[in-house]
């Protein structure tokens, strides 16, 4: 277990070592624009791809993001998506926010995120941060951690999740 630990540490600081090196290549400049997608869970409203399946009841969701960079690495966003709890019910889900990218290479994000469904709703604040693996001029790996909190504790929970973003810039 030591072995594959260091091992997957040692891949890891490589891959970073080379981005740190190459620099980014202007993809988030002043000007550009993203499209963001990313794993994550249907539990909470969120614009991410997910299918869980259950004692029969299938969950999914479907949903994206673009951006645009209205300064060097400070990229405003809004997202779409939509959920499907299996049992029926739908919901739209909406995202507005912003993502700034420390260094080039750290995206930081904060966003206000919402879900309709037949007149109820719920809302969270999202705050999350990660990193950027840059696999080219156009395409980043972004795993990252985020926290939705709650704003309305009657109907939704605050949750901890960690995911997997996938980046296109343009």
Known sequence: MKKVLLTALSIFGT???MNAQS??????????????????????????????????????SI????????????????GLGYTDVGIG????VYKVGAKYYLNGQI????????????????SWIGLQGGYAIFL???????????YNLTLDEADADSIFQ????FTIFL
Do not use: C, H
Request: proline residues 2%; hydrophobic residues 35%; negative net charge.
């Open 15 to 17: 891959i970073a070592l």
């Open 89 to 92: 019910d739908g919901f739209l």
């Open 63 to 78: 949903g994206g993001d673009v951006g645009y960079f209205v300064a060097e690495d400070l990229a405003i966003k809004g």
């Open 136 to 146: 080219g001029d156009m395409v980043a790996i972004e795993p990252g951690i985020r």
């Open 23 to 60: 620099g980014n290549s202007g993809q988030t400049s002043e000007g550009s624009w993203f499209l963001e997608a990313n794993t994550g869970s249907f539990s909470t409203g969120n614009t991410s791809f997910s299918l869980t399946s259950s004692d029969g009841n299938t969950s999914w």
């Open 107 to 122: 995206p930081l994000g904060a966003d206000f995120t919402g879900i309709s469904s037949d007149g109820n709703g719920a």
């Open 162 to 165: 960690a995911f997997v973003g």
